[in-house]
Nanobody, 124 residues
Framework: QVQLVESGGGLVQAGGSLRLSCVGSGRTFSSYAMGWFRQAPGKEREFTAAIIWSGITTSYADSVKGRFTISRDNAKNTMYLQMNSLKPEDTAVYYC?????????????????WGQGTQVTVSS
């Protein structure tokens, strides 16, 4: 069983940066593909970024490509999302997720384990 805890959310002005962290408790963390998803009020949870088990390959939603960077440190059981050039449209609750697979996917249903979410608010 994997437990995930996000942190690093907060309020930031447009154009600013924020770094989210997700710490996993599972002993097989290093074999799990992981991803970041976000959900704005009244909207569906949407794919943001994903990373395969080794961290060598990443993928991003078009809306964040070039601005966000996903990474992981398996030795620390931690995944990160560096968010730069933030826009008001990035405002959402951000969730980290893990799957019992080595390779990632952009679909919500692919991931078995979810964190509780961390709020990111970007002001104009």
């Amino acid at each position: 069983q994997v437990q995930l805890v996000e942190s690093g959310g907060g309020l930031v002005q447009a154009g600013g940066s924020l770094r989210l962290s997700c710490v996993g408790s599972g002993r097989t963390f290093s074999s799990y593909a992981m991803g970041w998803f976000r959900q704005a009020p009244g909207k569906e949870r949407e794919f943001t970024a994903a990373i395969i088990w080794s961290g060598i390959t990443t993928s991003y939603a078009d809306s964040v490509k070039g601005r966000f960077t996903i990474s992981r440190d398996n030795a620390k059981n931690t995944m990160y999302l560096q968010m730069n050039s933030l826009k008001p449209e990035d405002t959402a609750v951000y969730y980290c997720a893990a799957a019992n697979q080595r390779y990632s996917d952009s679909n919500t249903g692919f991931y078995k384990y979810w964190g509780q979410g961390t709020q990111v608010t970007v002001s104009s």
